[in-house]
T-cell receptor, first 112, second 114 residues
Framework: AQSVTQPDIHITVSEGASLELRCNYSYGATPYLFWYVQSPGQGLQLLLKYFSGDTLVQGIKGFEAEFKRSQSSFNLRKPSVHWSDAAEYFCAVGVNTDKLIFGTGTRLQVFP | NAGVTQTPKFRVLKTGQSMTLLCAQDMNHEYMYWYRQDPGMGLRLIHYSVGEGTTAKGEVPDGYNVSRLKKQNFLLGLESAAPSQTSVYFC?????????????FGSGTRLTVV
C-alpha cells in the first residue's frame, strides 16, 4: 500500500541554522511528491512539488527538496531558517490519478 | 479572492446531532476532497470527488456522507455526530490528474462533539 513516513515528529533549530526535514514514501510507480506547510490555525500551503526531470526542486520561501529514487526519499531543506518558518510541514505523495496521501507531519520550532 | 472557502469555521455539537460542512471553490477545479486532521495522525482522506455528481470513499469514510451537486461545492455531512468525530476538517480542491498541480486548501473547520 502507498504510504508516506516522516520520521521526525518535532524538530527544534536555532534561527539562521540549516534545516532538513525527512520524508520517505512507498509507492510502486513514479511518484508525484509534494511538501506543504501549515501555520498555526491555518490551512496547508504548497511549498514545492516534484513530477519528473531535475531531482532538485525549488519552492517558495527559500525551500528546496531533493528526490532520491534509490532511497525513496524527498527531503526538504533550507540553508538558513527564519523565525517565521516555525510551522508544521507535511510531505505527500500523489496516488493513482486522483488523490494525495499525507505523512503525519513534522513540527518545526525555531529559537532566536 | 479566489480560493477555497469553508463554512462554518467553528462548531460545537452534542452527540447525536447532525450537521453539514460546506466547501466552495471558485477556481473551476474538477477534484475536491475532505480531510480530517488529528494530532499525530496527519491528514486522513474522508471522501473525495472527481467531478460534479461523483463521490468516492477515502481512508476514513465511516460516519460521514458527501454530495457534489454543483461543481463548485462539496458538502460533508455528519448524520449522528460522535465524540470520535471531534477534529479539524479541511477541504481541498485541485485540477485533474493526481492533483498534479497541488491542492488548494481551505482554512479549516474546527468541530467539537460533546
Amino acid at each position: 500500500a502507498q504510504s508516506v513516513t516522516q520520521p521526525d515528529i518535532h524538530i527544534t533549530v536555532s534561527e539562521g541554522a540549516s534545516l532538513e526535514l525527512r520524508c520517505n514514501y512507498s509507492y510502486g510507480a513514479t511518484p508525484y511528491l509534494f511538501w506543504y506547510v501549515q501555520s498555526p490555525g491555518q490551512g496547508l500551503q504548497l511549498l514545492l512539488k516534484y513530477f519528473s526531470g531535475d531531482t532538485l526542486v525549488q519552492g517558495i520561501k527559500g525551500f528546496e527538496a531533493e528526490f532520491k529514487r534509490s532511497q525513496s526519499s524527498f527531503n526538504l531543506r533550507k540553508p538558513s531558517v527564519h523565525w517565521s518558518d516555525a510551522a508544521e510541514y507535511f510531505c505527500a505523495v500523489g496516488v493513482n490519478t486522483d488523490k494525495l496521501i499525507f505523512g503525519t507531519g513534522t513540527r518545526l520550532q525555531v529559537f532566536p | 479572492n479566489a480560493g477555497v472557502t469553508q463554512t462554518p469555521k467553528f462548531r460545537v455539537l452534542k452527540t447525536g446531532q447532525s450537521m453539514t460542512l460546506l466547501c466552495a471553490q471558485d477556481m473551476n477545479h474538477e477534484y475536491m476532497y475532505w480531510y480530517r486532521q488529528d494530532p499525530g495522525m496527519g491528514l486522513r482522506l474522508i471522501h473525495y470527488s472527481v467531478g460534479e455528481g461523483t463521490t468516492a470513499k477515502g481512508e476514513v469514510p465511516d460516519g460521514y456522507n458527501v454530495s457534489r451537486l454543483k461543481k463548485q461545492n462539496f458538502l460533508l455531512g455528519l448524520e449522528s455526530a460522535a465524540p470520535s468525530q471531534t477534529s479539524v476538517y479541511f477541504c481541498a480542491s485541485s485540477y485533474a490528474d493526481r492533483g498534479s498541480y497541488g491542492y488548494t486548501f481551505g482554512s479549516g473547520t474546527r468541530l467539537t462533539v460533546v
